[in-house]
Nanobody, 118 residues
Framework: VQLQASGGGLVQPGGSLRLSCAAS????????MGWYRQAPGKQRELVAI???????RYLDSVKGRFTISRDNAKNTAYLQMNSLQPEDTAVYSC?????????????WGKGTLVTVSS
């Protein structure tokens, strides 16, 4: 199983970006999918997570600005980020708990850099 993240880049304050995380491989089902981020010199933090049924949870600082969604048919999660601020600058990594044929485990994708700067 592989997770492929995309959509990072450079954006001005107040701008928007949409991150995608696509899971591929031998997949029976995917439970929770989500995004973490790590800024330079800081600990990794959970940004947003969404269950199979679509219930989202967000880091307090991104509530009202970020929206996580998923397309179960495509095994893909999305993170729409609006009103981006310099403090949102970080490497964003996607996460999923994936069930294969007989077992489930966590998977992580390579991070994608989001830089918010004028």
């Amino acid at each position: 199983v592989q997770l492929q993240a995309s959509g990072g880049g450079l954006v001005q304050p107040g701008g928007s970006l949409r991150l995608s995380c696509a899971a591929s491989g031998t997949i029976s089902s995917i439970d929770t999918m989500g995004w973490y981020r790590q800024a330079p010199g800081k600990q990794r933090e959970l940004v947003a997570i969404i269950t199979t049924g679509g219930s989202p949870r967000y880091l307090d600082s991104v509530k009202g600005r970020f929206t996580i969604s998923r397309d179960n048919a495509k095994n893909t999660a999305y993170l729409q980020m609006n009103s981006l601020q310099p403090e949102d600058t970080a490497v964003y990594s996607c996460y999923a708990f994936v069930w294969a044929v007989m077992s489930g485990r966590d998977y992580w994708g390579k991070g994608t850099l989001v830089t918010v700067s004028s």
